[in-house]
């Protein structure tokens, strides 16, 4: 069995790298009728290929009180321009405050511990509860993307949400 490396926890979860053994959940979690249409949804292959890569981040979020999980995400970093781009992220349970949870966490890791300058995602415009998530976490909206994605729902918009260190730690000060 292949073992998990914690990368960062925050009060109720626990964040670790994903394992090829878990690759069958990340999907079943893509899949799922509340997260399809929000997230694209990845092989079997590409999420192994995405944990054994350099350039990126696939996490599993795992309850500390009994370790099931519940969530995940894919990161995307570029180090020498110091970008963290926030692909994918789903929960599974939903209306418990884990999303926003994770959320503060990620950006904390992505910040804080990675020194990262940029940190940005996309959504389609009827993500409602993640528009209203990053809008809470003082993402920037920096604009939309017109018809950017093809998918079996049509073309699709993509907003584009965004964070700077210094908008970050003046945030986390003010916060303070």
Partial sequence: ??????????E???????V????DR?????EDPE??????????EQHLEEIGSDSTYLLTFKKKEDDQLVGYCLIRFDKSSEVFELRRI??????KGYGKEVMEGILKFCFENLK???FWLDVYPDNE???KLYTSLGLFHEGTHRQSYKSERGYLDQMVFSMLKDEYFERKQNAE
């Fill in 26 to 30: 990340v999907i079943t979690m893509e």
């Fill in 129 to 131: 509860i993640g528009i």
């Fill in 116 to 118: 990262m300058n940029r």
């Fill in 12 to 18: 109720r979860l626990s964040v670790f790298e994903a």
């Fill in 90 to 95: 789903a929960i599974t349970e939903k209306g």
């Fill in 20 to 23: 090829e053994f878990e690759i």
């Fill in 1 to 10: 069995m292949d073992e998990l490396e914690k990368i960062f926890e925050t």
């Fill in 35 to 44: 997260n399809r249409d929000f997230i694209w949804q990845g092989t079997y």
